[in-house]
């Protein structure tokens, strides 16, 4: 896992924990057994929010489930080929939703996918060269 940057958001660090493990979960299930894993999580920013970013090269998703995939319940593979529930995404969504912020994918079948979502930024007054979390 390569981790490229991070910015402070406002959020609640539950629930952003959860969404956080929901992609790095899918990220792992959904890899190509032909190649090693590899996960890159990193962010920007934007004039309002910061778009944070769980990338992977594995089997990716067809264009025409992009929008399908954050609904509840909504497969794209049998639960003998995939393990879960089909829940995971709808609750990403959900998540995003309460923050303020939006969520999609951007993904070419059988070379991975990159899921980001928007949150707002965190303001605060301590200087950059400390850590801080941030959590409401």
Request: a negative charge; glycine letters at 8%; charged letters at 20%.
């Amino acid at each position: 896992i390569y981790l490229t940057n991070t910015l402070p958001v406002k959020g609640d660090m539950v629930m952003l924990t959860q969404l956080f493990e929901i992609l790095l979960s899918n990220a792992i299930k959904y890899r190509d057994p032909e190649r090693s894993l590899k996960i890159t999580i990193g962010c920007t920013k934007e004039v309002d929010c910061v778009r944070y970013f769980v990338q992977d090269n594995g089997i990716g998703i067809p264009q025409q489930y992009f929008d399908t995939i954050f609904k509840a319940f909504r497969r794209l593979h049998s639960k003998a080929e995939y393990e879960g529930t089909g829940v995971g995404l709808a609750i990403c969504k959900k998540i995003v939703d309460v923050h303020g912020g939006d969520i999609g994918v951007e993904s070419t079948e059988g070379e991975g996918s990159t899921f980001w979502f928007t949150l707002p930024i965190a303001q605060t007054d301590v200087p950059a060269i400390q850590p801080v979390v941030h959590a409401d």
